[in-house]
Nanobody, 129 residues
Framework: VQLVESGGGSVHSGGSLRLTCVAS????????VAWFRRRPGKELEGVAS???????????SMKGRFTVSQTVSQDNAKNTLYLQMDGLKPEDTAMYYC????????????????????WGQGTQVTVSA
């Protein structure tokens, strides 16, 4: 699966951003796609995932300010994953990555790094105080 992220940038605390990830090249009708982030000096964190049938899952403490969604092309060959981020805080500053697994590595989509095979290049989000 090929993944291309966009939408990162710099905002002030309390601001909003919407990240976009265009995913293509699925080898199965079943998939999981997800957002991860790596904050400076921290380990990779799972933000949220969504399955091919629209079931979402959020990482620890991610639900509330972050909302994941997707649109799917009519032929299911491509989908676009979104991450709406509201009420951003300086501690949300990170490189945000889109990831996919097709077919899924587990019966339900997770936010576990090891469950995803394909990764985008990332998009930087910087939140200033």
């Amino acid at each position: 699966v090929q993944l291309v992220e966009s939408g990162g940038g710099s905002v002030h605390s309390g601001g909003s951003l919407r990240l976009t990830c265009v995913a293509s090249g699925y080898t199965s009708s079943r998939y999981c796609v997800a957002w991860f982030r790596r904050r400076p000096g921290k380990e990779l964190e799972g933000v949220a995932s969504v399955s091919d049938d629209g079931v979402t899952k959020y990482g620890y403490s991610m639900k509330g300010r972050f909302t994941v969604s997707q649109t799917v092309s009519q032929d299911n060959a491509k989908n676009t994953l979104y991450l709406q981020m509201d009420g951003l805080k300086p501690e949300d500053t990170a490189m945000y990555y889109c990831a996919a697994s097709s077919p899924p590595a587990a019966p339900i989509c997770t936010t576990i790094e090891a469950d995803f095979n394909d990764w985008g290049q990332g998009t930087q989000v910087t939140v200033s105080a």
